[in-house]
């Protein structure tokens, strides 16, 4: 027997298209996973985004504990050992600092000599902030200070009009001063504390308070609350701020290594 070929009517059922409510779920569906993979984007990026600034700031306290020790350090270091440090460094003493009240920013100045024969050669193992070698018998001055950037506009530590440390919002300065001569600071005080008093020469130690901040804003939902306080000096304090930047205050207590007669 042979077969009835098929009518038209059992062709258009078998080659049947979706229906327009089947359309329109199967978009639906697919913008909600579009809205979702770019939440899960927006969100990775964002992550990311607050993770690269943080460790900027990290690696930024790093360098500038690591630069401002070893400048400090340095601080009346004489190329002649046995020369007398009140005559090496009597025009210009082996440490200073200029003393300002919060917002404002205190600088610091560190001198000291360099190392070499005397004649021109640096041998490298004294430098200046900048890197620069210095040579026997060469006075060199270091002045940290907190200036903005003409380019970016933003605040940072520089060190002889170079900036070294981008975003560092504020730098207070206190002398530890020794009262007993046994070479350990008994006290901390303000820089013009120290001056007015005419005890420069019971200074044994430098204590460095920087507040450094991220390079963007971050994706935390709330501003900067935080008040910060600069060595606990009631003055000096900063904040709250109305940005969503992550701050770190950070305190720094350097010796002097070459407080000798």
């Given at each position: 027997m042979?077969?009835r070929?098929?009518?038209?009517r059992?062709?258009?059922?078998?080659?049947?298209?979706?229906t327009?409510?089947?359309?329109?779920?199967a978009?639906?569906?697919?913008?909600?996973?579009?809205?979702?993979?770019?939440?899960?984007?927006?969100g990775?990026?964002?992550?990311?985004?607050?993770?690269?600034?943080?460790?900027?700031?990290?690696?930024?306290?790093?360098?500038?504990?690591?630069?401002?020790?070893?400048?400090?350090?340095?601080?009346?270091?004489?190329?002649?050992?046995n020369?007398?440090?009140?005559?090496?460094?009597?025009?210009?003493?082996?440490?200073?600092?200029?003393?300002?009240?919060?917002?404002?920013?205190?600088?610091?100045?560190?001198?000291?000599?360099?190392?070499?024969?005397?004649?021109?050669?640096?041998?490298?193992?004294?430098?200046?902030?900048?890197?620069?070698?210095?040579d026997?018998?060469?006075?060199?001055?270091?002045?940290?200070?907190?200036?903005?950037n003409?380019?970016?506009?933003?605040?940072?530590?520089?060190?002889?009009?170079?900036?070294?440390?981008?975003?560092?919002?504020?730098?207070?300065?206190?002398?530890?001063?020794?009262?007993?001569?046994?070479?350990?600071?008994?006290?901390?005080?303000?820089?013009?504390?120290?001056?007015?008093?005419?005890?420069?020469?019971?200074?044994?130690?430098?204590?460095?308070?920087?507040?450094?901040?991220?390079?963007?804003?971050?994706?935390?939902?709330?501003?900067?609350?935080?008040?910060?306080?600069?060595?606990?000096?009631?003055?000096?304090?900063?904040g709250?701020?109305?940005?969503?930047?992550?701050?770190?205050?950070?305190?720094?207590t350097?010796?002097l290594?070459?407080?000798?007669?």
């Amino acid at each position: 027997m042979t077969s009835r070929p098929a009518t038209p009517r059992s062709r258009r059922a078998g080659s049947r298209g979706v229906t327009l409510v089947e359309l329109m779920i199967a978009v639906a569906i697919g913008l909600l996973l579009v809205v979702v993979l770019a939440q899960l984007f927006l969100g990775s990026r964002q992550t990311f985004a607050t993770t690269d600034d943080v460790s900027r700031m990290q690696d930024s306290i790093r360098f500038s504990q690591i630069l401002m020790t070893r400048t400090i350090h340095l601080a009346g270091y004489k190329s002649q050992a046995n020369s007398v440090t009140a005559t090496v460094f009597k025009a210009f003493p082996a440490l200073e600092a200029v003393d300002r009240a919060a917002p404002n920013s205190d600088d610091l100045i560190v001198r000291y000599q360099g190392s070499g024969d005397g004649a021109g050669v640096a041998d490298g193992t004294v430098v200046d902030c900048l890197g620069a070698k210095v040579d026997a018998g060469q006075m060199i001055t270091n002045t940290f200070k907190i200036e903005k950037n003409l380019s970016s506009g933003r605040l940072g530590l520089t060190c002889n009009g170079a900036e070294l440390v981008p975003d560092v919002l504020n730098m207070q300065i206190m002398f530890g001063e020794d009262l007993n001569g046994d070479l350990v600071a008994d006290r901390y005080i303000t820089p013009d504390a120290v001056t007015v008093a005419g005890n420069m020469s019971n200074v044994v130690s430098v204590r460095v308070a920087l507040l450094f901040e991220t390079p963007t804003e971050t994706s935390k939902a709330v501003a900067d609350a935080t008040v910060y306080d600069m060595l606990g000096n009631n003055v000096e304090k900063l904040g709250p701020f109305a940005d969503r930047r992550i701050r770190r205050l950070v305190v720094t207590t350097i010796n002097l290594r070459n407080r000798t007669p």
